[in-house]
């Protein structure tokens, strides 16, 4: 059965194209984004900004700047009591589903991603963890809202110990927004019974993204007198992928290695999804 993609999200895709179609621009030397959010009970809406500026390598390096509240800093008691309530929600949340072997294993990755300078910031703006934890995509998806709120709360406990009272009631303000009931996944068993009860169906949903890409990379790159053969046009779109999408294909659960493979196998079982025409040898 073919899933049919809301047109809402068409429509979001369509300008986050045009937003990286942008960035790739050589010209652009530094640039500045701001996103409004409208919730309910608030009087004014939240405004998120993204800054990037070019180097002379070409790298174009983007950040979130922070403004603190400085009216929003608490006492030490206090900050230590909710860091500590922080971490206590995330336990609860990991006993009560039973996922403590997989655990125990990701708050040693915690620990080290720390010590290698990664700060929660970066988790929570450069990465799809918190992608994961709201939507619910990858097959463990349960674990990135308690891996969001885990780092901002040791982040907490090191800003609190350095005496750095701001950065601790922000790393509070993000542990216990990560940390509430309704951002935490319920019944994480219950999504295992459910793919394992589609058979391949889900683990074929999770590739769709890639698909999708496959199709476009085709016509994209297709040369104007069409493919020298199927096997030149698989390189070609496998080699796109993995220069310019890797995040995507590993997202989708798919190895590189492998990709050439795989996209031939789309290909004989769907030919007419993966239309690519072959140059005349005459």
């Known amino acids: 059965m073919k899933i049919k993609k809301p047109e809402l999200l068409i429509e979001a895709e369509k300008k986050l194209k045009k937003v990286g179609d942008f960035l790739r621009d050589k010209s652009v030397v530094s640039f500045t984004m701001s996103v409004k959010l409208y919730r309910d009970g608030l009087s004014a809406p939240k405004t998120i900004f993204m800054q990037g500026e070019r180097s002379i390598d070409g790298a174009l390096t ?4 922070r403004v603190q509240n400085q009216d929003a800093v608490q006492s030490r008691n206090a900050l230590k009591g909710k860091l500590e309530s922080i971490e206590e929600r995330v336990h609860e949340y990991i006993v009560e589903n039973a996922l403590d072997a997989g655990w125990k294993k990701l708050e040693v990755s915690i620990d080290e991603a720390l010590k290698s300078a990664l700060s929660a910031d970066d988790l929570e703006y450069r990465s799809f963890v918190p992608i994961h934890a709201l939507a619910g995509r990858s097959y463990e998806a349960h674990f990135c809202a308690p891996v969001m709120a885990t780092v901002y709360a040791k982040e907490g406990e090191k800003a609190l110990a350095k005496g750095n009272l701001n950065q601790a ?62 096997s030149t046009a698989i390189e070609s779109v496998a080699n796109e992928l993995i220069s310019n999408h890797s995040r995507l294909v590993e997202e989708c659960c798919l190895k590189t290695e492998t990709l050439p493979r795989t996209i031939r196998g789309w290909i004989q079982a769907n030919p007419k999804r993966y239309t690519h025409h072959i140059k005349s040898k005459i």
């Open 62 to 65: 983007t950040y979130f700047p």
């Open 169 to 230: 009631s922000y790393c509070v303000d993000r542990g216990l927004h990560w940390s509430s009931p309704e951002i935490f996944i319920p019944s994480p068993n219950g999504r295992f019974k459910e793919r394992a009860g589609t058979g391949g169906v889900g683990k074929h949903l999770r590739h769709e993204p890639v698909k999708d890409k496959v199709v476009e990379l085709l016509k994209e790159l297709e040369p104007n007198e069409g493919w020298k053969s199927t």
